[in-house]
């Protein structure tokens, strides 16, 4: 597998949709009048945005303590190398994907723990799913956006 592919295949199992415009992501801000339907319309509509913001909390986070950015840069850089080599078990048999994944698992998790990185990885999490959520109880919701949301719930339904 190549990497786009691989990256492809993450994106599907998370949902990531692209990003909408920055511009129009910081546009208007009020207080909600339904909550419920002003964050359901959010997390739906700016999800890639949310995405990007949970994941430049984390960098964020990371950055402040460097050794355990190291750690997570060679995680990532070992499981992809992982993904990226085809590993033959017996002729002709060769690892799947995930289990090249369970294996990388441990590795990562020691060299996470090794690290102290969990917290700082925790801390940015949360920082940007704070952020994600202030955003989506107080950005106003656009014709575009709910008629992206009506769009959504009619084709789960007939699905």
Not at 86 to 101: C, D, F, N
């Given at each position: 597998?190549?990497?786009?592919?691989?990256?492809n295949?993450?994106?599907?199992?998370?949902?990531?949709t692209?990003?909408?415009?920055?511009?129009?992501f910081?546009a208007?801000?009020?207080?909600?009048?339904?909550?419920?339907e002003?964050?359901?319309?959010?997390?739906?509509?700016?999800?890639?945005n949310?995405y990007v913001i949970i994941l430049?909390?984390?960098?964020?986070?990371?950055?402040?303590?460097?050794?355990g950015?190291?750690?997570?840069?060679?995680?990532v850089v070992?499981?992809?190398?992982?993904?990226?080599?085809?590993?033959e078990t017996?002729?002709?048999t060769?690892?799947t994907?995930?289990?090249?994944l369970?294996?990388?698992?441990p590795?990562?998790?020691?060299?996470?723990?090794?690290?102290?990185?969990?917290?700082?990885?925790?801390?940015?999490?949360l920082l940007g799913?704070?952020?994600?959520?202030l955003?989506?109880?107080?950005?106003?919701?656009t014709?575009?956006?709910?008629?992206?949301?009506m769009?959504?719930?009619?084709?789960?339904?007939?699905?």
């Amino acid at each position: 597998q190549t990497l786009t592919e691989i990256l492809n295949e993450i994106a599907e199992i998370v949902e990531w949709t692209p990003s909408r415009p920055w511009a129009e992501f910081t546009a208007e801000f009020k207080p909600p009048k339904n909550l419920e339907e002003r964050v359901q319309t959010n997390l739906s509509y700016y999800r890639g945005n949310y995405y990007v913001i949970i994941l430049s909390a984390v960098f964020f986070a990371l950055c402040l303590h460097p050794p355990g950015l190291i750690g997570v840069v060679m995680c990532v850089v070992g499981t992809l190398a992982l993904l990226s080599i085809p590993i033959e078990t017996q002729p002709g048999t060769y690892l799947t994907a995930r289990q090249k994944l369970l294996g990388a698992f441990p590795v990562c998790i020691l060299i996470i723990s090794r690290t102290g990185v969990l917290f700082w990885i925790s801390y940015g999490f949360l920082l940007g799913l704070i952020i994600s959520i202030l955003h989506s109880v107080f950005r106003t919701r656009t014709i575009k956006s709910r008629m992206n949301t009506m769009f959504g719930n009619l084709v789960n339904t007939i699905r």
